[in-house]
């Protein structure tokens, strides 16, 4: 079973920077992409960045291409999201997350495991 535990959330003035970690433990198998999703009171978990197993491969959604970078420490299973000029609507619960090849394409249907979330406020 894996587990993973989301840290580096708080609170950041509009046109900041914040990163955020996420430790995976357990049986990570080859197939196991990691990624970041997130959430704002009252709108749907939306989709962040995807990484694959050997980092070659990264996909981003359309609201934070060009901010946020995804990269991974495949050594201790670790993904950073590197987010630069942060705007109020990045406000949210940032939730890391793994998942097959679907991850890509369909990334919400994807996932397998999620970690429970870590917050990033950006204040104006």
């Known amino acids: 079973q894996v587990h993973l535990a989301e840290s580096g959330g708080g609170v950041v003035h509009v046109g900041g920077s914040l990163r955020l970690?996420?430790?995976?433990?357990?049986?990570?198998?080859?197939?196991?992409?990691?990624?970041?999703?997130?959430?704002?009171?009252?709108?749907?978990?939306?989709?962040?960045a995807v990484i694959s197993w050997s980092g070659a491969s990264t996909k981003y959604g359309d609201s934070v291409k060009d901010r946020f970078t995804i990269l991974r420490e495949s050594e201790d299973?670790?993904?950073?999201?590197?987010?630069?000029?942060?705007?109020?609507?990045?406000?949210?619960?940032y939730y890391c997350a793994t998942g097959g090849a679907l991850f890509f394409s369909v990334p919400r249907l994807a996932v397998n495991t999620w970690g429970k979330g870590t917050l990033v406020t950006v204040s104006s």
């Open 77 to 93: 299973n670790t993904v950073y999201l590197q987010m630069n000029n942060l705007k109020p609507e990045d406000t949210a619960t």
């Open 21 to 48: 970690a996420c430790v995976a433990s357990g049986h990570l198998g080859p197939n196991n992409n990691m990624g970041w999703f997130r959430q704002a009171p009252g709108k749907e978990r939306e989709f962040v």
